[in-house]
């Protein structure tokens, strides 16, 4: 007997198993993952039952959605980052051992190819904003320093905007520098304070979001990748203490132990702060990913 007169009858009640039954053949975990989503979109559809103009009101949204995304702007991961399947993915895939520093999503404003600087220097290069010392140190589980650790940081200015957000504003690769622990796994460099700021809303996912009302803000941050050989190269955030709105991070990426008081002092007699971080690596486990 043919398999088309084995198939399914396609109805209500068959739908999802209908489309698996095709699917079947495919052991490919990407094709498994798109099987999967499938049937819970039928379980979707059957539980809301839109009509044929809320469904078209959907799909509408999501051609959005593609033709505003291209090289310069991803809204496919804006859409994945608010929805929290982006922290979602990352926590599925990065649990580590209690006292390891954990991973938050590395947003869309990372650029791989930020400059080496000198332990000291400064990333500011408009000198814009209240001066900020940034002292950290690298170390293993045991306490260890991680020397020759690369430590990549990323971070918007005083007013919450990134330097690949306004390239007629601010200098090229202002406010991001790659630094290197030294023997003792230690780094410095000199910053400004950064500015909390609203995730971008002249999009349709931004647009949608906020016409419900949804918080888009991301409270005060820093952004690290820190890599080392032989170890867990970690990404995540260092956030300022004194932001009030640290509660309603859009990104989810706000986690106790990433919270960090920026002391107020004195530099070059000016009023400065200071925060002092430690990052703690886990040296690579066979199976898992970088
Ligand atoms: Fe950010």
Known sequence: MSRGADALTFSEATSAEAFAER?????????RLISAVVCHLHDLIKEFRPTQDQWRKVIDFLTEVGHAADERRQEWVLLSDLTGASALVEDINSRRPAGATPNTIR??????????????STISLDGLGEPLIVEGRVVDLDGEPVPGAEVITWQANAQGFYENQQPDLQPEFNLRGLFRTDAGGRFDYRSVRPAGYSVPQDGPVGRLLADAGYPLHRPAHLHFL?????????????YDAGDPRLAEDALFGVRPELVHSFEQ??????????VSVSFVMVRARPGRGK
């Open 23 to 31: 699917f079947s053949a495919q052991n490919d975990p990407s094709a």
């Open 107 to 120: 947003g869309p404003f990372f650029r791989a190819d930020a400059p080496e600087r000198q332990s000291g």
């Open 226 to 238: 820190i890599r080392a050989p032989g170890f867990e190269t970690i990404t995540t955030h260092i």
């Open 265 to 274: 002092t004195v530099l070059d007699g000016e009023p400065a702060s200071r």
